[in-house]
């Protein structure tokens, strides 16, 4: 099968994807091509790019799994059953013993928004909420949250609002591919909780009094548990501090206008290939 | 991972129960360290018994000085104001390990039972004495730049790699353990963690069912409030075990050192505590000459290893620099 993928025309669904949307109709309308997406991104700016998000985010929250759907393996070991709560939502889940919190969540609530990274403690991207605190999910044993509140990315944004933190990364270009992104968020929302209570940092001068500003540095070393490889540390040091501080601080980036885009494409007068 | 059989318990009165038939049983608190090596087959528990709800959560001042629970969080434990104001070294030693999130998942007892990061226990396909005792030890001979340089038996060159512990040590801290029995002991920590011998298998002093329950703190560390500091020297500036880190502690009287803690991380089996540089610094002037003196004594009896002897001036430099700041000289 040839696909095309520069044709405005609708692509057609395989027999699997519109099983999938019959199954998820939350999803309808999220699946925008990847032309649409990057052409309204180019218009309106930052709000629209904003608003697909949002609007991707929305739907991931908003999806109920058919009763079937959450899928414990057909013979588990060790089967452990637990109440908690998902972004507000209450679950019983029944699950092997050796489920950690991540696995429960990419593969029996479909929320897929935490990412399995090192899968071993090393590298945030599975940085989650547990009781308004950041954890690592890969390390947490599912069976252990029994009556605790987990938010995870896909629960921070309320309605048509993104969190601050949220939008405080798109407007500061704080991440490139996105893999590690939800963890950056989650890990700068429960930093904020932590400046919030004066809590002290590695780089704090004096440990016996309130931790009171929270310089560039305080947030380095405080996100140091959340690795980027595409190494997008400014924007994600700009956006924490655009957040906390509450203040809008200008970005500094912008989408290139089609003059800056034709100049781009020249070099010493030569068009490039 | 392996299947285990997952068991909470909510009281102490069904902890001996919960352990005693089965050998392989594990306690498990914050997970950070137990769940990754489950993950990684070097532990292999049947029986995971869950003590999260156990009321082991609190810090709070006794008569000989504080209780901190076993299972209060690292973030919780350096975030206590009577420990910001009256123990800030363990405060500044538990804020250099780990990260943000590990901290808040991370109890002190789990920190205290953290298991080496000596490359070779953690590679099943190796041997081993730590993980699997009389298969050798795969460090000895080979890549062993963040290994031992004091303590170690040809049977073990791991090392311990907290931070948290380190200032523990200098603090004269006790462990309050429960028996699989339910009767109670004080440990000192510096009797709590082994040396290697030729049994590496066995971290510490507890035998299977006892349950840490504090640790306590004396109200006589509170005299090392003012002149305190920890120093961690590592890879990166952040989010990394040491190559060394040093707890200094200092009771000043005017400059004269009224009585000194030094203790060594990441150099031994378990935190190094040096009598030879305290005698050295008792009674003496708080000066620069008189700390170096101390740091040459602290590691005259290294011995180090093919890729490591780095670290036998790395840590008499950091001893230096640890004093300095303590004294309020740097």
Known sequence: MSQDFDSDSQTELSADEAALLHAMPALEGVGKSRRTFMINSAAGGIGLFAANLLAQESAMGAMTLSPDAATAPVKALNVVKVALQINGAS???????????????????????????????????????????????????????????????????????????QAAFIKHDGFQCGYCTPGQICSAVGLMGEIKRGEISHVTEDVSKPMTRLTTEEIRERMSGNICRCGAYPGIVAAVHDAHSGQQTAQTWGFATPTQLAMSNQEDGHETV | MRPFEYVRVADLSSVTAAMATTPQAKFLAGGTNLVDLMKEDVERPTRIVDITQLPLKQIQRTRSGLSVGALATNTETANHPLIRENYPLLSQAIVAGASGQLRNMATNGGNLLQRTRCNYFYDVAMPCNKREPGSGCAAREGLNRIHAILGWTESCVATYPGDMANALYALNANVRVRAADGSERLIPVTDFHRLPGDTPQRDNMLEHGDLILAIELPVSAGEFARHSHYLKVRDRSS????????????????????????????????????????????????????????????????????????????????????????????
């Open chain 1, 91 to 165: 679950q019983t889940l029944e699950l092997d013993s050796r489920t950690v919190l991540l696995d429960a969540l990419r593969e029996h609530l479909a929320l897929t928004g935490s990412k399995k990274g090192c899968d071993q403690g090393q590298c945030g991207a599975c940085t989650v909420l547990v009781d308004g605190k950041r954890v690592l999910s890969c390390l947490t044993l599912t069976a252990t949250l029994g009556g605790r509140e987990v938010t995870t990315i896909e629960g921070l944004a309320t309605d048509d609002q993104l969190h601050p933190v």
């Open chain 2, 239 to 330: 989010y990394a075990f040491a190559m060394v880190s040093v707890a200094a502690a200092l009771d000043l009287n005017g400059e004269t050192i009224r009585q000194a803690r030094i203790v060594l991380g990441s150099v031994a089996h378990k935190p190094w505590r040096s009598a030879e540089a305290e005698a050295i610094l008792t009674g003496r002037a708080a000066s620069e000459e008189t700390f170096q003196k101390a740091a040459q004594a602290a590691l005259r009896d290294a011995r180090p290893l093919a890729h490591n002897a780095y670290k036998v001036e790395l840590a008499q430099r950091s001893i230096v620099r640890a004093l300095m700041r303590a004294a309020r000289l740097a």
